[in-house]
């Protein structure tokens, strides 16, 4: 499979991340945990290597949690302050802005003396790819409904300023992947979490590799979710889970393309279980 998806709207959305990039003292990497290293823009680190970056290692709840400690401890060693946190749950949220102060304390104390600059909020931008929850985490950081949410991405559009409390302003953007991906095997990883449209991929497929990694990486929990085989082939595999999950076609035979849809939406959704696509090397 060959997995691309760049359309016109973050063309545009990179061009105005670079103008307001200007604005900005510190920047939110959002990034998802079930593939913590994949889902990082490099056109994003570049437009910020001159600022304070926290990395919001968000839906921790979905994720292998050794897996999420391994990662916290990889992106601290390179020199970046981390957070793992579960933005529905608000599991995480507590600690983010005494590490954004901490994080600025210095520029903050380099301030002018003028009227109103030396107390102005910091600002802050939350950048990242589509569909790994920027939105779910300013709503659950400023405690109200700011930011359009949703679980596909291309939810937020344009850009918005929030007021998240007296110490932080948050500049939320719309999730932006990059033209090309030079490695597969990240544009598999951003398919399978659903950073990219389900529209333009082959499902079908995607459940084969998902399931190829899971009996590699995760053995039994397909298994024990299914009540089928890991024995058999994973086309043999997918077609048992449809015949145990009732996914049929109108003449009584097993539905490929429903389970392979219904595998992808559990692994995502947790029901799988904590499932990490990618580890550090250390």
């Not at 003396?113 to 589509?130: D, Q, T, Y």
């Not at 939810?155 to 998240?164: A, E, F, M, P, Y």
């Not at 084969?208 to 994973?234: H, M």
Request: aromatic content about 8%; glycine content about 8%.
């Amino acid at each position: 499979m060959n997995f691309q998806w760049y359309p016109g709207h973050m063309t545009k959305a990179k061009r105005q991340m670079q103008e307001d990039i200007k604005l900005i003292e510190s920047g939110y990497r959002a990034c998802g945990c079930k593939n913590p290293l994949s889902s990082r823009n490099p056109d994003i680190d570049e437009l910020g290597k001159n600022k304070y970056r926290l990395i919001l290692m968000n839906k921790a709840d979905l994720a292998d949690k050794e897996r999420t400690r391994e990662w916290s401890a990889f992106f601290k060693e390179k020199g970046f302050f981390v957070v793992s946190l579960d933005a529905r749950s608000k599991s995480g949220m507590k600690s983010i802005t005494d590490i954004v102060m901490e994080a600025c304390k210095e520029k903050i104390e380099r301030r002018p003396e003028s009227v109103g600059i030396k107390n102005r909020p910091v600002r802050a931008m939350v950048v990242g790819i589509p569909n790994v929850g920027k939105s779910t985490f300013i709503n659950s950081y400023a405690g109200k409904a700011c930011a359009k949410t949703g679980n596909k991405p291309g939810v937020t559009k344009g850009k918005q300023w929030i007021r998240l409390n007296k110490s932080v302003e948050l500049l939320d953007t719309p999730g932006i992947l990059w033209p090309k991906f030079e490695d597969q095997t990240v544009g598999l990883r951003l398919a399978l979490i659903g950073s990219i449209k389900d529209e333009i991929l082959n499902v079908d497929e995607l459940a084969v590799e998902l399931v190829k990694f899971l009996k590699a990486e995760y053995p039994g929990l397909l298994a024990q979710r299914y009540e089928v085989s890991e024995e058999n082939d994973i086309i043999e595999l997918i077609s048992a889970v449809a015949v145990n999950r009732k996914c049929l076609s109108k003449g009584g035979e097993p539905d490929y393309s429903k389970a392979a849809a219904l595998i992808i939406d559990d692994f995502r959704s947790g029901k799988l279980g904590h499932i990490t696509l990618e580890r550090p090397e250390i």
